[in-house]
């Protein structure tokens, strides 16, 4: 009997033991529901909520005729999680979807997926498909395939206006231009919405659930005019290409308010796919980069001198000789001796010699205090990103030099925008008005949020001492002048030509930066261009090459409308709209002159199998219009070696004075006319070699009455 209970008490101590757990489940449950349940319930729910973010959308970008410059774009991503969908139907479903949409075959896309880490739960299969292919996946309803949806930047034109727009990131986030000065404002104020998540941690949205709308971003209206931003990329380009530049910057502007019209770089960049140029593309020359600006600064030292009284109009100036001045020991040049000039022919002729001894009849700090209150020295605070301030030394830190070499635009750095912000207010009778791009701001619904309007800085001078220099700066734009190759037929211009030698190394190189700046029309000026050049090869002289690329903006722009009329001095006469300037392409090879003329717009046709351009007809400096083709003959002869800052004289005889001017300016070289009409005489001879800035004499003649009656009858 005692084994017997004993065996039957372990049984119970057993049998205790194994109710025991159950009871103390049950127990737990009645404590996790009862007693501590809601607890509980609290942590679950707050565990398993989740915010996501709702992206706003980055507001447009118009032009100032409210083109589309830049908006969004929904591109579709495919991806699958490899685990939940495995090797099945679904998958090849997938796959055959993306095949016919694509072009691909689906082992592309099985070896995607075979391909990615075995741990793997987001395999990317396109990153970009369209709306009817993402429709088409999204019915399958496959768990597993992951379809997302994301915005993307597009600019409509392209390259148009690059620089002034910038670009983003991949984050949507501006990096240059007013995308980045205005990003704040652009990309407005994400959302949030609140959902759920499984067991499994996946995300699923439920009824009811709080959610903050985004703000969207605003959107910018430019002054930029597309029409005229596309005409002064195109002859921008063309003259680059023409001139065999490094590159070229070119500014329109409105005088009157401020408003940037158009800010072209070339090269350029593509701000859909930016990475695809180089970084040094992306910048914008136009506000970043400092520069010595040569003979366009003179406008500096004219309007100091005439508001105080150093000179008079009429005043006369005997330069030197042989065309060179000892000033403190540096010797100043003229591109030419240019004998006794009066104060008007001093600023149409471009001399360093006589600028530089008005400029010394000022005191240091009056022409300082000039040049500051002209807005150099200091940011136009112009609403772009990276712009320089230029650099204008105080008067107690200049050399016996420097006021003389300041006054032909040495000694000081500047920016393109300052040096066109200054001209406007020359050419606006004195006002300098602060530059902008942005006009106005305006939310999803369209209304207007924030305006710009036009600022007024200062005063740089009195009315009537502006009144006095501008027939003065239009006397430049002559026949007379160094920016003979910017007039415009019918269209009154005033301005200034340009050439500064650069300062590389610790001196200065034979390498140049050449422009020109002018506005029109005179009377009551609309426009006002800046084009600078950095080291053209077909002439240092900023009238012959950065004069001749905005005179094709001047007339193609005055075209675009009826606000600016031109006037007819001599009906018929001149260059008309349609009508270009023949280069020089003579020695040029093959591939080298199709480029060049391709991109100026110019037909032609090539004669001969040799690599060299042999002959031209029309003869370079012609002008023609652009559906006159050319004709170019090519032979095996290659130029001569020519040594570096050296040109060899062409044979100009039986040439117009146009055309030699044109082919001597193309080489660096000067002209002096003797006479009119045909060229018979030349000195030196043609074949021998002349330094560049030299000038060559030209004798013409015109030819008599009787023969020319008899060409008319025939």
Do not use: C
Not at 1 to 18: P, Y
Not at 478 to 493: E, N
């Amino acid at each position: 009997m005692s084994d017997r209970s004993s065996i039957m008490g372990r049984m119970f101590v057993l049998l205790g033991l194994l109710l025991l757990l159950p009871a103390a489940i049950l127990v737990q449950i009645l404590r996790v529901n009862l007693v501590e349940g809601e607890g509980f319930r609290e942590l679950w729910s707050s565990q398993a909520l989740e915010y996501i973010s709702i992206p706003a959308q980055r507001g447009h970008i118009y032009d100032s005729r409210g083109s589309l410059l830049a908006t969004n774009t929904v591109i579709y991503r495919v991806a699958i999680d490899p685990h939940t969908v495995g090797n099945t139907t679904n998958l090849q479903d997938i796959l055959n979807i993306l095949s016919r949409h694509t072009g691909r075959s689906p082992q592309f896309y099985r070896n995607r997926v075979q391909q990615a880490p075995s741990r793997s739960k987001y395999v990317v299969l396109e990153r970009s498909v369209a709306v009817q292919t993402y429709e088409e996946l999204n019915e399958l309803n496959i768990r597993g395939l992951i379809l997302e949806e994301e915005y993307q930047r597009n600019y409509s034109f392209g390259t148009l206006a690059a620089h002034v727009l910038g670009f983003v990131n991949h984050s949507m986030d501006g990096m240059s231009g007013i995308e980045s000065r205005y990003n704040n404002i652009l990309r407005g104020t994400d959302g949030e919405q609140q959902v759920r998540k499984d067991r499994l941690n996946q995300i699923f949205a439920y009824v009811g659930a709080p959610r903050k709308l985004p703000v969207q971003g605003y959107s910018l209206h430019t002054t930029i005019d597309s029409q005229i931003q596309a005409i002064v990329e195109e002859e921008l380009e063309a003259g680059v290409v023409r001139h065999m530049a490094a590159q070229g910057t070119a500014i329109v502007m409105n005088p009157k308010s401020g408003a940037v019209k158009a800010i072209a770089n070339y090269p350029t960049f593509d701000p859909n796919s930016p990475a695809a140029s180089d970084q040094e593309n992306r910048r914008n020359f136009a506000v970043s980069d400092m520069i010595e600006p040569g003979s366009t600064f003179k406008l500096v030292t004219a309007i100091a001198a005439v508001e105080q009284r150093a000179v008079t109009i009429d005043e006369l100036f005997e330069t030197p000789r042989g065309g060179q001045k000892n000033i403190y020991g540096q010797i100043m040049r003229d591109h030419d001796p240019l004998g006794t000039l009066s104060f008007s022919e001093v600023i149409a002729k471009s001399s360093n010699i006589a600028t530089a001894e008005i400029a010394m009849r000022l005191k240091p700090d009056t022409f300082y205090q000039y040049a500051r209150n002209m807005g150099f020295g200091t940011s136009t605070q112009i609403d772009l990103p990276n712009e320089e301030a230029g650099n204008l030394q105080r008067p107690y830190e200049w050399s016996l030099v420097t006021l003389p070499w300041m006054s032909i635009g040495y000694e000081i750095h500047i920016t393109p925008i300052q040096l066109i912000q200054a001209y406007a207010a020359f050419a606006n009778g004195g006002m300098m008005m602060k530059p902008y791009v942005v006009e106005k701001m305006t939310d999803e619904a369209g209304n207007t949020i924030q305006e710009q309007r036009s600022v007024p800085i200062r005063r740089i001078a009195k009315k009537e001492t502006i009144d006095k220099l501008i027939p003065v700066f239009e006397q430049a734009v002559s026949d007379s002048g160094t920016a003979r190759w910017a007039m415009v037929d019918g269209l009154r211009i005033a301005g200034k030509t340009g050439t500064a030698q650069k300062y590389i190394d610790g001196r200065y190189q034979p390498r140049y930066r050449a422009s020109f700046i002018g506005f029109f029309p005179v009377e009551d000026p609309e426009i006002i261009i800046l084009v600078l050049l950095d080291e053209p090869k077909t002439s240092i002289y900023g009238g012959f090459t950065s004069g001749s690329i905005f005179k094709e903006m001047a007339t193609r722009i005055s075209g675009l409308g009826n606000t600016l009329q031109r006037f007819d001095e001599e009906p018929n006469s001149g260059l008309v709209a349609d009508q270009i300037i023949i280069p020089d392409l003579k020695g040029l090879p093959r591939d080298r002159v199709s480029s060049i003329l391709r991109k100026s717009g110019i037909v032609f046709s090539l004669e001969g199998t040799g690599s060299h351009v042999t002959a031209q007809h029309p003869l370079p400096g012609d002008e023609i219009s652009r559906n006159t083709p050319l004709k170019l003959e090519f032979g095996f002869n290659a130029p001569q070696e020519v040594p570096e800052g050296f040109s060899r004289i062409p044979d100009l005889t039986n040439l117009n004075m146009r055309q030699a001017a044109y082919q001597l300016l193309n080489l660096g070289l000067e002209i002096e006319a003797i006479g009119s009409g045909t060229i018979y005489n030349q000195f030196p001879a043609a074949g021998e070699l002349m330094r560049h800035g030299r000038t060559v004499t030209v004798r013409g003649k015109s030819k008599p009455f009787n023969q020319i009656a008899s060409f008319a009858t025939n």
